[in-house]
């Protein structure tokens, strides 16, 4: 039977700094984001449907979301959905996994994936903004401060409209106090809705590494394009940020950069391509399909392992008991040797 699971085991089975090390391990072992197949969003009646497919030698996967309209009055999410994860051997369903808790888990695990090193290389103090107090902007958080664990002291500066009443370093979006944030930060994070960009290129110190994940339209930015042309420009693959990431569309547009500037993450972490510290770092996400299925794979096989432990611990345990170990199935039994 296909086991389900549920946002809650999604989330205790991969802790955020092993969905990093996911990320990272999938395209160590030679996969290239290139070779994904390309997601589609659907139009369908009151909203849109989002599918993304992918396959490596090590699985086949597809995460179906449905995205409705933002309204006021919604009383479900937004967006919900559920991903499907097949045995690459059989091809035959394995395992059903929460779509929105895996997306969750996803997308700040992308981000952090080629900078990771850089992060915890380090023991100094990390001042840190992230523009956006939606789900992604405390997710990316999470992530960060799993992906330390402790090795630095952080302070997070959270730039919005309105203030949360669980934010301690809050500032208003457009304020000096948001600009001064911005500078004096090492790290920035862009998890906004915004459809223009957030902060200036002259805001950004020159060692400072920016993500940016808000932006999937090819029409819509979070990065000026002054900013882009003395960066060091990371992203996903070339081809699907020149698709749908609007910071990269439109600096394109203007003659900013060109897909010479862009670098393949799948290089950096392979060793291919060494970042450096004496311009900006913007990593540009948009979400491939490739990236759900490494982290729906990981959980599989830390849930299958999971089992099998508990089988092991069973057969003792009843061997223990009666002198008998049962198998997994229950199927047979063996006497123990004295």
Known sequence: MMTYV??????????????????????????????????QLLPIPGGELLVMPSATQQATGIKVLTVGPDAPNRTVPRIQGQYLLFDAETLSPRMMLDGIALTSLRTPAVSFAPIAPLLTESAEPLAVVIVGTGAQGVAHEATLRDLLGGRREVAITYVGRTRPNWCERWAETGTDEARAAIEASDLIVCAST?????????????????????????AERELPSDLMVRAQIVVEEVDTAFRSGGDIVMAAADGSITRENLIPMRA?????????????????????????????????????????EDVEAYDIAKADDDGTRVSHDEVTTYELSE
């Open 194 to 218: 915004a459809k223009a960009p957030v902060l200036e290129n002259d805001w950004v110190k020159p060692d400072a590494v920016v993500i940016a994940l808000g932006s999937h339209d090819p």
């Open 6 to 39: 549920d946002a809650e085991t999604v989330r205790a089975t991969l802790t955020p700094d092993a969905a990093v090390e996911a990320i990272r391990e999938t395209l160590r072992r030679g996969f290239d984001p290139a070779d994904d197949i390309p997601r």
């Open 268 to 308: 950096v972490i392979r060793g291919e391509h060494e970042l450096h510290r004496d311009s900006p770092i913007v990593v540009k996400t948009t979400g491939m399909s490739w990236e759900d299925l490494a982290l729906a794979t990981a959980i599989a096989n830390l849930l299958d392992n999971e089992m099998a």
